[in-house]
C-alpha cells in the first residue's frame, strides 16, 4: 500500500517538473526512468550520494551537485535529495564544528600534513583562512565518507533482510512442494 501511495507521489512529482527550469535545462534526463526506480541499487546510491554532498561545505550548491550527480550516476533522485537536505542553517554549524575539529585532529596527528601547513604563515588572515579550510574539507570528507558508507551498507543489508523474510515465510512453498497435481 505505501509502494503504491509512494509510485503515485513520484509520478506528480515528475508531472509538477515538466515546464520548469529544471526541465529546461536538464532535459528529458530528468524524467529518466533510473532516477525514480526504486529497487537496492538506485536507493542505496541516491542516499550515498545525498548524504556524501550533505557533509561537505557546498551548503548553496548542494541540491545542484546532488541533481546533476543522480543524472550522472543514475540513482533515485528524490532520495538523495532529501538526504542532502541534513545540513541546513540550523545543522550545519554543529555539523561544520565538528568537522572542523576532527579535520585539526587529523593534520595534527599526522606530521606530513603539519608540515604542508606550516608553509603557512600563520598571522595573515588569509593564510589563516586557508588553514581552516583544510581542516575543514578534511574533517568533512572523513564524516562524509564515513556517513555515506555506513548508510549505503545500511540500507542493502536491511533490503536484503527484508527481501529473505518476505521470501522464505514458507521454504515448502517457496521450493514447489506444494504444486497442485493434476488430475486427469
Known sequence: ??????????????????????????????????????????????LFLGLFVALTP????QMLLVTLGAIYWKVNLPIALTACWITN??????IYGAAMNLGCSIVHTFGFLRDILALYSVEAKSARFIQQTIYLWIGSLVFSLVAAT????????????????????NPAKNAGLFKKKNRE
Open 1 to 46: 500500500m505505501w509502494l503504491k501511495r509512494w509510485r503515485e507521489k513520484q509520478r506528480q512529482i515528475r508531472d509538477s517538473l515538466k515546464n520548469t527550469h529544471a526541465h529546461r535545462i536538464l532535459g528529458d534526463r530528468i524524467f529518466e526512468g533510473m532516477l525514480w526506480k526504486i529497487d537496492k541499487r538506485s536507493i542505496s546510491g541516491g
Open 58 to 61: 557546498t551548503i548553496p550548491f
Open 89 to 94: 542553517p540550523f545543522t550545519a554549524i554543529p
Open 150 to 169: 555506513s548508510a549505503c551498507v545500511l540500507v542493502r543489508l536491511f533490503w536484503n533482510a527484508i527481501y529473505r523474510f518476505t521470501h522464505t515465510k
